[in-house]
């Protein structure tokens, strides 16, 4: 830059060409920052692979008090069974970080039916529990296969106890 006789700084043109190019550059990075150019739309994270156990836990417990509701010769049988599926759908809601209804009622948008209860009929009631923890019990193991370490036992607990129910619902 060069002075001018009369004190002003003369300007040259390759001074005034960075000057406009550094202020070009500036004026576009501004209102790009916000445009989700650099990576600012994350994806939701993907549903937890036991979530379809708690509600199946809660469905079962469910069944089995509506059948021992309908029965109550054979309360003192299926109280229990449906008692272990809330502790264990309460575990799984722990460890998915779900929250549980206070009763055993199965949670809104829930996938899995309880079984029929068939009033008056306690031999057909009981075979369609057995079907039902059969049923929920292959899906234990089969989440247990998959599942990491941390997970598995609290899954083969749950498989594990559903195959003993079978047996009481003999």
Same mark, same amino acid.
Request: glycine share 10%; aromatic share 2%; charged share 20%.
């Given at each position: 830059?060069?002075?001018?006789?009369?004190?002003?700084?003369?300007?040259?043109?390759?001074?005034?060409?960075?000057?406009?190019?550094?202020?070009?550059?500036?004026?576009?990075?501004?209102?790009?920052? +916000?445009?989700?150019?650099?990576?600012?739309?994350?994806?939701?994270?993907?549903?937890?692979?036991?979530?379809?156990?708690?509600?199946?836990?809660? +469905?079962?417990?469910?069944?089995?008090?509506? #059948?021992?509701? #309908?029965?109550?010769?054979?309360?003192?049988?299926?109280?229990?069974?449906?008692?272990?599926?809330?502790?264990?759908?309460?575990?799984?809601?722990?460890?998915?970080?779900?929250a549980t209804s206070s009763g055993p009622a199965v949670p809104s948008g829930a996938t899995w039916s309880?079984?029929?209860? /068939?009033? +008056?009929?306690?031999?057909?009631?009981?075979?369609?529990?057995?079907?039902?923890? /059969?049923?929920?019990?292959?899906?234990?193991?089969?989440?247990?296969?998959?599942?990491?370490?941390?997970?598995?036992?609290?899954?083969?607990?749950?498989?594990?106890? /559903?195959?003993?129910?079978?047996?009481?619902?003999?």
């Amino acid at each position: 830059m060069t002075s001018r006789p009369d004190g002003s700084a003369e300007l040259s043109r390759r001074r005034v060409l960075r000057a406009g190019a550094l202020l070009a550059l500036g004026g576009s990075a501004v209102p790009l920052s +916000g445009c989700g150019l650099f990576g600012g739309d994350e994806q939701p994270p993907e549903p937890d692979p036991l979530a379809p156990l708690v509600d199946e836990s809660l +469905g079962l417990a469910a069944g089995l008090r509506a #059948a021992a509701t #309908a029965h109550p010769d054979l309360a003192a049988r299926l109280v229990p069974l449906a008692e272990s599926h809330e502790a264990h759908a309460a575990e799984l809601a722990r460890l998915t970080g779900a929250a549980t209804s206070s009763g055993p009622a199965v949670p809104s948008g829930a996938t899995w039916s309880s079984p029929a209860v /068939r009033p +008056g009929e306690p031999a057909a009631t009981l075979a369609a529990l057995r079907q039902a923890e /059969r049923t929920g019990r292959e899906s234990a193991k089969a989440a247990c296969a998959a599942a990491p370490a941390d997970r598995a036992a609290v899954l083969g607990s749950v498989a594990a106890a /559903r195959a003993s129910h079978l047996e009481a619902l003999r």
